[in-house]
């Protein structure tokens, strides 16, 4: 037991929490005002930490089990920040063929996060991908915008050295 | 009223309009299983359990959830609906801890007995991928085993639309969902009141209270120990069921035989101390009203209402009555009169209480409750493990001689035994309170209007003068809905009556657990209530300030309700919580 998801300090601002607070009182009375609440928190934060489903809670008089169950429902909400560094790993069909469950476990070992999750420096996340249409080069991962193709366990390493 | 004319396997028959399936069905004497369904409360047609087929329909539809029409014919248990039901259930078990010889709710579990009604003859056909949980230990009252829990969500449903509380649901999806506490903090860590309303209605061995029955077998044990039980009104209600007798068999006579064969030193009646709350409660009743105290008076009996307003309603807390419940008020006057009285040491005493309750257990360790240096209350069971106690050590408990209770402490009046239900409080309260002001007998003890299972029953008196505004509330939605208007100023009472379960102690969360089949088909709050009216109208004594054992013990020890003895023993404080750790 114990509080989850909890591996990045929150660093919420004066202005955000201002922002949300605006968003809840636009929507409050609407009927099934929870979802856009949510959808819009996510985009002023880019995650829902516990600190903002507990103002969302707070101020809409909803438990937070309610919001936190609708959070993990959905996988379009995180309860992580994105990293710095976003590593996307394929694992579709051929990339999850030629070895790329290996790789995710590599990554996950070597920065001690889940899938989903971020470092809590914020320099990396990673996140499981599907086909990402290179499927020539699997397996695949991309750190933002790179492109790493047929890498073995052994290069996890030094791609990640490479954003030290 | 309007009917529809249906055909329940192929027999005709007119029902209610707007009846669902799962209803007309009982009109015709047919039972249809459910699992997930528990009316007005949880309404979701999930589980699958209760389909049928319906003649033209394209597939077979939930009955608990479907409304009959003009004209329908319904197949209960055709092959088809037969097999769909045991597959369903074989599914079920392939996600399930079957370790059903140790399981607590062996023998009344109803999962355990739709596979033997259905004919499951093998639980491990879906075999797979199983979800594996660790236990939830972090309150003080209960235990949540997710590896037996089977997703019906009764136990959520309860928690957020009955109690307003809302502190489990469901998390993730698909094969990962689980039922648990937001960012999967322990129950203990969120602003659950431990009213046990979940384990009430929890179909499996998910949910249950700590067991506490091997602490209290070692202080039986114990040759050192002075070892002395009481028990609360609500318990003689109910306590019967477990052994097969009716809902509503009053069982006191076979309960204190039981507890004496168990080996107990005394066996005391809480009911003493209900009367005791009441002349405190009713002292401060009048001194509120008489020198401008803090109203409406709110009572604080039910430790699970007392923990809710400490988490909702914190800004309340002066409203409510400083008295302590009477189980702490009998283990105060325990621990100090009586042990003073016998000559024992209170250290040497282990007072073991049975409640309904599941909340005694989580009060019995709040702070500012131990009049005499020691707890109050050492071990607070409730009358489900009393009943496993007597199951435990073989006593034929229906072949029991009825007993009496133990003297000073199990003497009690009509009052006292009407604390168990709702309204029962307010009227015992009310029986002192009005013969202390008028200084005339009553001509009729009897307050009927807070009588009865509504959830928000008021009444106005008119009272030496006076116009007496009283409400009672049970189950927490409804008290919210009641402080909702005390607070905007629609509504100005004198005197509340909050009970944190619905219907009061005798639906608490430590009694029996009754199947959703008898949950959803016949009021077991107002049968278990009849039983402590029944008593109550049976008594020589019907007011707690005519109880002898009560008037003596202000005689030889508190001087008098409100003194300066009463306020150290018998009141106590509270403390602001908040709903959100963050």
Redesign the interface.
């Known amino acids: 037991m114990g509080i989850k998801q909890k591996t990045v300090p929150f660093t919420g601002t004066r202005q955000q929490h201002d922002d949300l607070l605006k968003v809840i009182s636009k929507h409050k009375d609407d009927k099934g005002a929870l979802m856009p609440i949510m959808q819009e928190a996510q985009e002023i934060y880019g995650y829902l930490p516990i600190e903002v489903q507990t103002i969302i809670s707070n101020e809409l008089e909803i438990p937070l089990e309610k919001i936190y169950g609708i959070a993990t429902f959905y996988s379009q909400f995180s309860l992580s920040p994105k990293g710095k560094y976003i590593i996307s790993v394929c694992l579709g069909t051929a990339c999850y063929v030629k070895g790329a469950g290996d790789i995710s476990n590599k990554l996950k070992e070597l920065l001690g996060i889940d899938d989903g999750e971020c470092t809590p420096d914020g320099k990396f996340s990673i996140e499981s991908c599907r086909c990402i249409g290179a499927c020539g080069l699997a397996p695949v991962i991309t750190v933002n915008d790179d492109v790493y193709g047929k890498i073995t366990v052994d290069d996890v390493e030094g791609i990640l050295a490479k954003y030290e | 009223m309007e009917t529809v004319n249906v055909k329940i396997n192929g027999i005709s028959l007119d029902v209610p309009k707007g009846s669902t399936i799962l209803e007309a069905a009982r009109l015709a004497h047919i039972e249809i299983p459910t699992l997930c369904f528990l009316k007005d409360i949880n309404e979701i047609g999930a589980c699958r359990i209760c389909v049928v087929e319906v003649k033209g329909a394209r597939s077979l539809v939930a009955s608990c959830v479907y409304p009959v029409a003009d004209g329908m014919e319904v197949l209960t248990n055709s092959p088809k609906v037969l097999s769909s039901r045991k597959q369903t259930l074989q599914l079920i078990l392939s996600d399930h801890d079957r370790k059903c010889l140790s399981c607590v709710r062996s023998g009344d579990c109803e999962l355990q007995k739709l596979c033997k009604d259905l004919n499951v003859d093998d639980e491990t056909f879906y075999e797979g991928e199983r979800n594996h949980y660790?236990l939830?230990y972090?309150s003080t009252h209960m235990v949540r085993d997710n590896n037996k829990c089977i997703l019906c969500r009764r136990c959520s449903a309860v928690c957020?639309h009955v109690q307003d509380?809302?502190?489990?649901?469901?998390?993730?999806?698909g094969f990962a969902t689980n039922i648990?506490?937001?960012?999967?903090?322990?129950l203990g860590?969120?602003s659950c009141v431990s009213c046990g309303q979940c384990i009430a209605v929890c179909p499996t061995g998910a949910l249950y209270e700590k067991d506490n029955t091997e602490d209290v077998f070692a202080a039986l044990n114990d040759p050192e120990k002075y070892v002395i039980v009481q028990t609360a009104p609500a318990v003689r209600a109910a306590l019967g069921e477990p052994f097969g007798l009716p809902i509503g068999t009053n069982v006191q006579g076979k309960m204190v035989a039981a507890l004496r064969r168990l080996g107990f030193d005394k066996v005391f009646d809480t009911d003493f101390a209900a009367d005791l709350t009441i002349m405190e409660e009713a002292n401060e009743f009048l001194d509120r009203v008489q020198n401008g105290g803090k109203l409406p008076l709110i009572t604080s009996c039910s430790p699970g209402w007392i923990k809710y307003c400490e988490h909702y309603y914190p800004d309340m807390l002066d409203n409510l009555s400083t008295c302590k419940s009477p189980q702490q008020m009998f283990g105060a006057i325990t621990k100090t009169y009586y042990a003073e009285k016998m000559g024992l040491d209170p250290e040497k005493i282990v007072m073991v209480s049975v409640m309904p309750c599941t909340a005694k257990k989580f009060e019995i360790t709040r702070d500012d409750q131990n009049a005499a240096g020691v707890p109050d209350v050492d071990i607070s069971i409730t009358t489900r493990e009393l009943a496993r106690m007597i199951e435990r050590v073989g006593l034929n408990f229906l072949a029991l001689p009825d007993e009496d209770f133990d003297d000073p402490l199990g003497r009690s009046t009509g009052a006292a035994v009407i604390f168990g239900t709702t309204g029962g409080v307010m009227e015992a309260a009310l029986r002192t309170a009005v013969e202390t002001l008028t200084k005339e007998e009553l001509p009729n003890p009897d307050f009927n209007e807070v009588r009865g299972t509504n959830g928000i029953k008021t009444a106005t008196y008119h009272v030496a003068g006076m116009d007496v505004n009283v409400a009672v509330a049970s189950g927490l939605k409804n008290a919210k809905e009641l402080l909702e208007e005390v607070k905007s100023g629609k509504a100005n009472y004198h005197f509340i009556e909050i009970m944190g379960c619905p219907g009061g102690c005798v639906n608490g969360g430590g009694q029996p657990q009754q199947p959703a089949n008898i949950r959803n088909s016949v009021d077991i709050r107002a049968i278990r209530a009849k039983a402590l009216y029944d008593i109550d109208a049976s008594m020589s004594i019907r007011k707690s300030h005519e109880n002898p054992a009560v008037k003596k013990l202000y005689d030889d020890f508190l001087e008098k309700p409100g003194s300066h003895k009463a306020h150290e023993l018998l009141h106590t404080t509270y403390v602001r919580r908040t709903?959100?750790t963050?």
């Open positions: 660790d939830d972090s957020e509380v809302g502190v489990i649901g469901a998390n993730d999806r648990a506490c937001a960012f999967d903090m322990g860590e969120t709903i959100n963050i």
